[in-house]
């Protein structure tokens, strides 16, 4: 499969631009002793990120990916993580090889950049500005930016919007189910890459336009195009 030579890249930030697990792990595991319960521990944590704090938190309380906890367990529970995840948003976070190259190529080479998270606001932008990313994207739109986030279109429309481009001239990447399906649902082209938070699932079953290895190696496929 292949892509069109697009003329806005909107980018995912958890699992796809950082890698954000250690700290929501962190997170997780804290509250759940605050709680009086075992931790869940990082491998856990990783199969169930990637639909926003509130659905992983869920997601902790029950130890499934589906179904949800008893409502004065969550009420109580996530207060908890929210304050604690708000200390820890980025201490041991990371940029997955291959991003600063990536975006730095993206920029020179003039596409409009945007970012697209389900993460809410309050814990996205000191993220992106932590690891020095911010500033790289004309426009992040997160999860509780508008009345929808991901796998709803609404996110990726309304970058699209903001940058006066059609859906067929833009490009969504990502890791996740998610993405696909908001990309899809926007009319917008998808790539992924293998390596985020798609809950123990090989992204290629999703059947995304293109995988690339890393973000840099995007490179190679606009290449191909341009």
């Not at 201490?91 to 991003?99: I, Q, T």
């Given at each position: ?60 309380l ?110 969504m990447v ?28 090989d ?24």
């Amino acid at each position: 499969m292949a892509i069109n030579k697009p003329e806005m890249v909107l980018i995912d930030v958890d699992g796809t631009l950082v890698d954000s697990v250690p700290d929501l792990a962190f997170c997780i595991d804290e509250m759940m002793k605050q709680l009086d319960r075992d931790p869940r521990g990082e491998a856990s944590v990783r199969d169930w990120v990637g639909n926003g704090v509130e659905r992983l938190v869920r997601r902790a309380l029950t130890g499934q990916l589906d179904g949800d906890p008893d409502e004065v367990d969550f009420s109580r529970a996530y207060p908890i993580f929210l304050d604690l995840y708000a200390d820890n948003t980025s201490k041991r976070s990371m940029l997955y090889p291959g991003v600063r190259e990536g975006l730095d190529y993206l920029k020179a080479t003039g596409y409009a950049l945007g970012c697209v998270t389900n993460k809410a606001e309050q814990f996205t932008l000191p993220l992106l500005k932590d690891l020095g990313i911010y500033d790289d994207f004309s426009i992040v739109v997160s999860g509780d930016t508008l009345a929808h986030k991901k796998p709803h279109p609404e996110p990726l429309l309304h970058a699209a919007e903001f940058f006066k481009v059609g859906p067929a001239r833009a490009l969504m990447v990502g890791d996740s189910i998610s993405d696909v399906k908001a990309a899809r649902a926007a009319g917008f082209q998808i790539a992924c890459v293998p390596y985020g938070y798609n809950h123990g699932e090989d992204i290629r079953t999703a059947e995304p336009d293109v995988v690339i290895a890393t973000l840099a190696d995007l490179r190679t496929e606009l290449e191909k195009v341009a």
